[in-house]
């Protein structure tokens, strides 16, 4: 159920927050004349021998005093709980989503009903603040799946009151960006038993129907007959074969532009018959996340009502071993009659995409994106804190950037020169999969990936090393966070405005 907003123009003051039990502040680097229970604020930051500018780096949490000397209107109900911060214009958007979610942690681990967020400061501060405040409140509000049996009650904000500042659009567009980065979380954290790929597709088939996008099935036997060698090598290791590649098309009327989205969606990797030790095995329900993001993207443009034709292209498959599970050595010829010589089966993923990317391609977008949790390398050369892009136009590259500076979910740019294939040179096929030494993999995956677009569409590669970060990551505080949903949603609203 959406959460209903209640927005008032005037600044709060303690009379209008008498019936909030839970206050966000969010305050300007110049501290406001006059604000409600300013008093509390300033006992607060003595006791903890804190300055106001302090905010700026740590939020702080204190109880509301109700009745009494301070001044708080007789009514204000007991236990009242509120977060203060400061934001500054030298905050980028991932700093500023870091501090509300910080700030919101107290309030939020209280699932309250309601929450009033209350901002303060000039009419600019006052109206990127709670554009913000309302985009971090809203996500981690989202219900998110859980199997435990405790009395716990879930999350279940109903409303949000804003004070100080007031938007015609009800933030329509941040609401969308919500809905599309909870889905994207709901679906990765699934357990693989509830989201193996028959379910999967049935999900995407109701999506689909709900959302009027058009649905396009490639299942192993059509993917068998069109000669997808490279799918069908991973998809064959299944039982039952329930590995296809779903075909999704919103597409409104009038519109000028058309791109294509493209997700890995593994639902369990084992790694196949060179089996992940059970270390590396834990968590792999999670290596549909590109699948996930690309969906999270495709409802948030939906429900934006975004003027562009997108089509997404997800590859649904399982890692498993078997007697008919793909091998090293194997050599299978993909979509594109390119024969690849299989050097490691864990690297399942640039198997399932390279056919995936031929079809996306043969469609002709005028741009090209997809999301992989690919490799481990780039795990390693950025942690997980950012995600690395890689892509064939260094024009798009620049604006991946742009787009993750401004929507928060920061993307560093890889290369992506052409002499890094003679390490993927074979002796007895066109190309190896990849190699068994490890190094640069994340650039010798998209070099791999790059053989299967037909027609030079333009192209940018997504290695989701930032999906999962313990503690939460920007403005999202669960584990496993979205992160893309905002980058991608940025970036095609950039190409749109061209
Ligand atoms: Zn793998």
């Known amino acids: 159920m959406p959460i209903q907003l209640k927005q008032f123009t005037s600044p709060a003051d303690e009379k209008s927050l008498s019936a909030s039990s839970h206050v966000l502040f969010v305050l300007p680097p110049d501290k406001p004349a006059r604000m ?21 780096k740590t939020p702080m949490s204190s109880d509301l005093p109700h009745g009494g000397p301070s ?17 500054d214009a030298k905050h980028n958007a991932f700093q500023r989503h870091t501090l509300l979610r910080k700030a919101l942690k107290t309030l939020l681990d209280e699932k309250p009903q309601t929450l009033a967020i209350a901002v303060f400061g000039d009419d600019a501060f006052r109206k990127a603040a709670a554009c913000d405040a309302f985009y971090v409140v809203s996500v981690n509000a989202a ?10 009650k879930p999350m279940r904000l109903k409303t949000i009151a804003l004070h100080g500042w007031q938007e015609s659009h009800g933030y329509a567009q941040i609401q969308a960006r919500v809905a599309g980065n909870t889905l994207t979380r709901q679906l990765t954290m699934l357990p693989p038993n509830e989201l193996t790929p028959t379910i999967y597709r049935d999900k995407m088939a109701k999506l689909a129907k709900d959302n009027g996008w058009k649905h396009e099935e490639y299942d192993m036997k059509k993917l068998q007959k069109i ?23 919103y597409s409104p009327k009038g519109v000028k532009k058309h791109i294509a989205l493209v997700g890995k969606g593994i639902c369990f990797d084992t790694g196949g018959h060179n089996l992940k030790p059970a270390r590396y095995m834990h968590g792999m329900h999670e290596d549909m996340n590109g699948s996930a993001v690309v969906l999270g993207i495709l409802l948030a443009a939906t429900q934006s009502k975004l003027p562009i034709r997108i089509d997404c292209w997800l590859s649904i498959a399982q890692n ?37 990317l031929t079809l996306a391609s043969r469609e002709k977008p005028e741009f090209m994106m997809d999301f992989a949790t690919l490799t481990g390398s780039m795990a390693v050369a950025l942690g997980d804190r950012y995600s690395g892009v890689l892509g064939n136009r260094p024009e798009l590259l620049c604006k991946a950037m742009g787009a993750g500076t401004a929507s928060g979910e920061r993307v560093s740019v890889f290369p992506f020169d052409e002499d890094y294939e003679e390490d993927l040179e074979s002796g ?25 677009i037909e027609g030079d569409v333009p192209w940018l590669h997504v290695d989701l090393s930032s999906s999962n970060r313990k503690g939460g990551l920007g403005a999202v505080a669960s584990d496993v966070n979205g992160f893309g949903v905002g980058f991608g949603l940025a970036l095609i609203t950039r190409i749109l405005s061209e």
């Open 36 to 56: 409600p229970y300013g008093a509390v604020l300033e006992k607060k930051l003595k006791r903890s021998h804190s300055k106001y500018s302090d905010l700026a």
């Open 71 to 87: 001044g708080a209107p007789s009514g204000t109900p007991s236990g009242a709980i509120a977060s203060w911060v400061v934001l």
């Open 143 to 152: 219900e998110l799946p859980s199997r435990k049996k405790s009395k716990d």
């Open 227 to 249: 000669g997808a060698g490279a799918f069908v090598a991973v998809g064959q290791g299944s039982e039952p074969q329930d590995a296809a590649i779903v075909h999704l098309s």
């Open 320 to 356: 498993h071993i078997g007697p008919k599970a793909y091998k090293q050595n194997d050599v299978v010829t993909a979509l594109n009659g390119t024969t690849i010589e299989i050097v490691h089966t864990d690297a399942e993923g640039r198997m399932v995409l390279a056919d995936t």
């Open 428 to 452: 007895i096929a066109d190309i190896k999969q990849c190699t068994l030494d490890g190094g640069a993999d994340h650039i010798l995956a998209a070099r791999f990936l790059s053989r299967f």
